[in-house]
């Protein structure tokens, strides 16, 4: 019953401290999953790339994991997914009939505006966070980094299409 709860208080601060979706909060999530030993770096690099495939917030896929493999039961996975989701739900329904009183006023506009530059910088971290001794960049890895991207911005390419396509060079190069 204890490891229910601190899993419940790990995902429940993240869920309350994670501004910025998905990519902006793996640094928190990444320090309240390896402070308790639950999976381990490699396992988490492996989590995010699925959180990425399926469908669905990061957050939630990582949370719906980490509390499986933590308690060895769909149960943790089912407390550690509603304690992720319970702040921003709560915040939400509270910030909606808020907003609607405010939502003409300049200030609430430059106070939004100012959180731009900080949910860029969280999304920066998450990308140095993967950036380890398991998931060393190597030429390959950079050559695959800017065909996607020249395919995606210049030729638009269909993201599926993308994914596909990165898949079988991957399985080629590696």
Known sequence: MELYLQLFISFFKIGLFGFGGGYAILSLIQHEILSHDWITQAELTDIIAISQMTPGPIGINSATYVGYVATGSVWGAVVATIAIVLPSFAIMLTLSKFMLAVRDNKYMEYALSALRP??????????????????????KSVILFVAAFILSFKFKLHPILLIILAGVAGLLLY
């Open 118 to 139: 900080t949910v860029v910088g969280l999304i920066a971290a998450a990308a140095l966070l993967l950036v380890n001794k398991e998931n060393f960049i190597d030429y």
